[in-house]
């Protein structure tokens, strides 16, 4: 199983702007980081299967995740993640906001929308995060 990422979507008013930026973008986008994540070869395995996804945090909650596609080389020592930039829409999970990225185990990701499915057909962020926190769900 993939090791994933988070991040949260910084700027970002809403959700419809974040499908527009990455719209905009074409076929992949790029996020430059400082350094190269010290568990790369978990994220995208070196050996060409499925690699991890980038999980992007608004507003407390894990909502929308871009697959990884690769690390690479950037300027001044830099190093972006390359992504597709299509949005695959989760059902959201309660997620605290951080700087920079941070691992998420695989076991511990949200799942994926299905075909037809809406974020609304789910229970609202801030109620499942109170749940989540009782411990009842």
Do not use: C
Request: zero cysteines.
């Amino acid at each position: 199983m993939p090791l994933h990422l988070t991040k949260v979507a910084y700027g970002a008013q809403s959700l419809e702007e974040m499908r527009g930026w990455f719209a905009a973008r074409g076929d992949v986008a790029y996020l430059t980081t400082r350094y190269l994540p010290k568990r790369h070869e978990e994220i995208v395995p070196p050996d060409g299967s499925t690699g991890g996804s980038l999980f992007w945090i608004f507003k407390h909650q894990l909502v929308m995740r871009s697959p990884i596609l690769r690390f690479e080389a950037a300027e001044g020592g830099r190093t972006n993640i390359v992504i597709a930039s299509r949005l695959i829409e989760l059902h959201p999970s309660p997620k605290r906001a951080h700087q920079g990225w941070r691992y998420l185990e695989a076991e511990n990701a949200p799942a994926d929308l299905a075909d037809g499915e809406s974020a609304g057909d789910t229970l609202p962020g801030n109620i499942a995060s109170e749940l989540a926190r009782l411990g009842l769900v």
